[in-house]
């Protein structure tokens, strides 16, 4: 019986594709959605035909709840002011996706966006969060080998946020007719990006409705079967294909990479130094002593953090001593401190079995009764064993690599030798996934770039300048801007060159929806990603309207760079 599961054509078929181009359903889409967007251009008085569609993308960034709620208002004014059917991408990182996902649930979302924008305010402010539907995902995601901390993160956090549990599959979201733009989401390959350069192309990894993969390798796998084992391109083991929250958690997971979170823990202490500080940065500089006095191997660093911490408190300047503790012979910020750190996780891993055993019989121990029962103990023991071994190891976004002993000259050996991949935040990167939209197959002329980040309200579109620069890839010049204008930037740059695709930048807070820079930071302090409470009614109408803002004011210079990228 087995040997006959083993032969059979489904368990055997190859689904792994190798090569730059798109595949054959998303061109097929790409043409039926061509149909709409000329229709849309022509009621726009833009002449066009089959032969003149000009190929334009919206990108939202990520930025959590904020930018979940942001891209709903951005999406629901464009199809009020008739332009939501010129695009032909919509590609979106981080929160960015959590709204994606709600709208493709609806296979005709964007004819009717202001009844799915309601739906949307509506579940957000009044639907309950079920602990017991969080018991239960968390429990039956705990026995899958492949098992992550994303798999917590969606089924707690994520699912707080989004306030619906989707259960449904990304390649099921058929979509015939084209009603709405094609969705790309975006994700990056956590060991590429911390083992490479920070702009090489394998980094970035998409998901569509009919593959997930590599672009820069030019490596997919049809989506419903991503997560399946493969064995040199064919299905060796069947497994059920991921469901949105997951997705959601996937491309949301912006804590899954600690080298991340060790250069944002530095940035924080340095910017506390520099700003005032806290007692709360003498609490974490004195932890940190604690933990690693006795057997660090990076003495020198942890002296001159000590040393940093007693000038500061002391009144003495303390730029001397930050300019050693960030110098290395190799010239590379944050090394020595990022040691200190990775001496701490590598003393985890050594004493991970006693710690996890020691966190489970404490936690056990007191929820004994109350949330285990005794004849379950056994069972939740386990359970509660998996997450603490997921969390000293700091594990996200596992799954098994398709490309596996599938040779070919254009895959790297260590993309087909590892038996699994790890898939985080894209936001790490960029949180902006102009990658994904730059492919040349795609083609794309027009890209509005709807920004919802927190901080730099110019660093996405820098870091899309310097990934082109890298990788030989047409892109407009991105000139400087002081730091008055990213104090206060206005609601629309746009960006052009010569045999480039055209930018247009939208900064979601700015001078024109807010008003002056005392204005933009007051209202940013609201709607911090770091804040983990749910958005109320009123909050949620302010995001929308700074983001139905930016697309009603500038309507018209749209229209005017969507009739500059025709076609001769």
């Given at each position: 019986?087995?040997?006959?599961?083993?032969?059979?054509?489904?368990?055997?078929?190859?689904?792994?594709?190798?090569?730059?181009?798109?595949?054959?359903?998303?061109?097929?889409?790409?043409?039926?959605?061509?149909?709409?967007?000329?229709?849309?251009?022509?009621?726009?008085?833009?002449?066009?035909?089959?032969?003149?569609?000009?190929?334009?993308?919206?990108?939202?960034?990520?930025?959590?709840?904020?930018?979940?709620?942001?891209?709903?208002?951005?999406?629901?004014?464009?199809?009020?002011?008739?332009?939501?059917?010129?695009?032909?991408?919509?590609?979106?990182?981080?929160?960015?996706?959590?709204?994606?996902?709600?709208l493709y649930k609806d296979k005709e979302w964007s004819s009717q966006?202001?009844?799915?924008?309601?739906?949307?305010?509506?579940?957000?402010?009044?639907?309950?969060?079920?602990?017991?539907?969080?018991?239960?995902?968390?429990?039956?995601?705990?026995?899958?080998?492949?098992?992550?901390?994303?798999?917590?993160?969606?089924?707690?956090?994520?699912?707080?946020?989004?306030?619906?549990?989707?259960?449904?599959?990304?390649?099921?979201?058929?979509?015939?007719?084209?009603?709405?733009?094609?969705?790309?989401?975006?994700?990056?390959?956590?060991?590429?990006?911390?083992?490479?350069?920070?702009?090489?192309k394998g980094i970035w990894f998409e998901f569509t409705r009919h593959?997930?993969?590599?672009?820069?390798?030019?490596?997919?796998?049809?989506?419903?079967?991503?997560?399946?084992?493969?064995?040199?391109?064919?299905?060796?083991?069947?497994?059920?294909?991921?469901?949105?929250?997951?997705?959601?958690?996937?491309?949301?997971?912006?804590?899954?990479?600690?080298?991340?979170?060790?250069?944002?823990?530095?940035?924080?202490?340095?910017?506390?130094?520099?700003?005032?500080?806290?007692?709360?940065?003498?609490?974490?500089?004195?932890?940190?002593?604690?933990?690693?006095?006795?057997?660090?191997?990076?003495?020198?660093?942890?002296?001159?953090?000590?040393?940093?911490?007693?000038?500061?408190?002391?009144?003495?300047?303390?730029?001397?001593?930050?300019?050693?503790?960030?110098?290395?012979?190799?010239?590379?910020?944050?090394?020595?401190?990022?040691?200190?750190?990775?001496?701490?996780?590598?003393?985890?891993?050594?004493?991970?079995?006693?710690?996890?055993?020691?966190?489970?019989?404490?936690?056990?121990?007191?929820?004994?009764?109350?949330?285990?029962?005794?004849?379950?103990?056994?069972?939740?023991?386990?359970?509660?064993?998996?997450?603490?071994?997921?969390?000293?190891?700091?594990?996200?976004?596992?799954?098994?690599?398709?490309?596996?002993?599938?040779?070919?000259?254009?895959?790297?050996?260590?993309?087909?030798?590892?038996?699994?991949?790890?898939?985080?935040?894209?936001?790490?990167?960029?949180?902006?996934?102009?990658?994904?939209?730059?492919?040349?197959?795609?083609?794309?002329?027009?890209?509005?770039?709807?920004?919802?980040?927190?901080?730099?309200?110019?660093?996405?579109?820098?870091?899309?300048?310097?990934?082109?620069?890298?990788?030989?890839?047409?892109?407009?010049?991105?000139?400087?801007?002081?730091?008055?204008?990213?104090?206060?930037?206005?609601?629309?740059?746009?960006?052009?060159?010569?045999?480039?695709?055209?930018?247009?930048?939208?900064?979601?807070?700015?001078?024109?929806?807010?008003?002056?820079?005392?204005?933009?930071?007051?209202?940013?302090?609201?709607?911090?990603?770091?804040?983990?409470?749910?958005?109320?009614?009123?909050?949620?109408?302010?995001?929308?309207?700074?983001?139905?803002?930016?697309?009603?004011?500038?309507?018209?210079?749209?229209?005017?760079?969507?009739?500059?990228?025709?076609?001769?």
């Open positions: 019986m087995d040997n006959q599961k083993e032969k059979s054509p489904t368990s055997r078929r190859k689904t792994v594709r190798v090569s730059k181009s798109l595949c054959e359903k998303e061109v097929a889409s790409v043409q039926q959605r061509q149909a709409t967007v000329i229709k849309c251009l022509q009621k726009l008085s833009i002449p066009c035909d089959a032969t003149r569609v000009p190929t334009i993308a919206v990108l939202g960034s990520g930025g959590g709840n904020r930018a979940m709620v942001s891209l709903m208002g951005t999406l629901s004014e464009m199809k009020t002011q008739n332009l939501l059917d010129s695009i032909l991408y919509l590609c979106g990182v981080s929160g960015s996706t959590w709204c994606m996902s709600a966006v202001e009844e799915t924008e309601k739906k949307m305010v509506k579940t957000l402010t009044s639907e309950k969060v079920s602990f017991l539907k969080i018991l239960g995902r968390i429990t039956e995601a705990a026995w899958d080998e492949n098992c992550s901390l994303t798999d917590f993160w969606a089924g707690t956090l994520v699912y707080s946020f989004v306030k619906k549990e989707d259960k449904l599959h990304l390649s099921s979201n058929t979509d015939e007719t084209m009603v709405n733009p094609y969705p790309i989401y975006a994700v990056v390959d956590k060991w590429r990006l911390n083992n490479k350069d920070q702009y090489d593959e997930a993969g590599y672009p820069g390798y030019g490596a997919f796998v049809d989506t419903s079967v991503f997560g399946s084992r493969l064995m040199a391109g064919e299905i060796t083991e069947s497994k059920k294909e991921m469901d949105m929250l997951y997705l959601q958690g996937l491309c949301g997971s912006a804590i899954g990479n600690m080298r991340h979170n060790i250069k944002f823990m530095i940035d924080w202490i340095i910017h506390s130094i520099f700003r005032g500080g806290t007692v709360e940065l003498e609490n974490r500089i004195m932890s940190f002593e604690k933990g690693v006095h006795c057997d660090c191997k990076h003495c020198t660093a942890v002296f001159l953090l000590l040393e940093l911490h007693e000038a500061f408190h002391s009144g003495k300047d303390c730029k001397s001593i930050l300019h050693s503790l960030m110098a290395t012979q190799e010239g590379e910020g944050y090394k020595l401190m990022s040691d200190i750190f990775e001496t701490w996780e590598e003393k985890i891993d050594e004493e991970q079995n006693i710690l996890v055993s020691e966190i489970t019989d404490f936690v056990c121990g007191t929820i004994q009764g109350k949330y285990i029962k005794k004849d379950n103990d056994v069972e939740g023991r386990k359970l509660l064993r998996k997450m603490c071994t997921l969390y000293t190891k700091w594990i996200w976004g596992t799954k098994f690599n398709f490309m596996r002993e599938l040779l070919h000259p254009e895959l790297p050996d260590e993309l087909i030798q590892d038996e699994t991949i790890h898939l985080i935040d894209a936001g790490l990167s960029n949180n902006c996934a102009y990658p994904l939209v730059l492919r040349a197959e795609r083609n794309v002329k027009l890209i509005l770039s709807f920004d919802f980040s927190e901080g730099d309200p110019f660093l996405t579109v820098r870091q899309a300048a310097e990934y082109s620069k890298k990788n030989n890839i047409s892109f407009p010049f991105i000139p400087e801007v002081s730091e008055e204008e990213k104090a206060c930037p206005s609601d629309c740059y746009i960006y052009r060159g010569k045999n480039t695709p055209t930018v247009m930048h939208f900064p979601l807070f700015n001078k024109v929806n807010c008003g002056d820079a005392e204005k933009i930071k007051k209202t940013w302090k609201i709607y911090t990603t770091a804040r983990l409470q749910n958005y109320t009614k009123k909050e949620i109408e302010v995001l929308l309207a700074a983001s139905k803002s930016n697309v009603r004011n500038n309507r018209d210079k749209i229209i005017t760079e969507i009739k500059k990228q025709l076609p001769l």
